[in-house]
């Protein structure tokens, strides 16, 4: 039986939820789909350049589900970066932390 995902913990819903490459039409680009967990955890560990194990306790998960999420993160936004999709950030599995 698989065990039930847990709900991770965000301070916030992000501002900017699309980032596109310039001067392309929207209705001609793929999008590669970042949850809004994963664009916490690489704002926690790559900009607010927090250890693993802080944004994992911080998110309300384990530090081994954060290296997947960032894991995933990473190859999402580097897939968008080299062959010029959209990056569209969108509901997840999460709960907002006051």
Known sequence: MVRPKKCRRVM???D?????P????????????LTV???EAIRLNDLKKMKQIEVAKKMGISQPTLHRLLQS???KIADAIVNGKA???HVGDYLIKR
């Not at 310039?22 to 789909?33: F, N, Q, S, Y």
């Open 73 to 75: 993160a990473h190859e």
């Open 12 to 14: 916030a819903e992000p």
């Open 87 to 89: 990056i569209k950030i």
């Open 22 to 33: 310039r001067g392309i039409p929207l209705k001609t680009l793929e999008e590669v789909e």
């Open 16 to 20: 900017v939820t699309y980032f596109k």
């Open 37 to 39: 967990e994963e664009f």
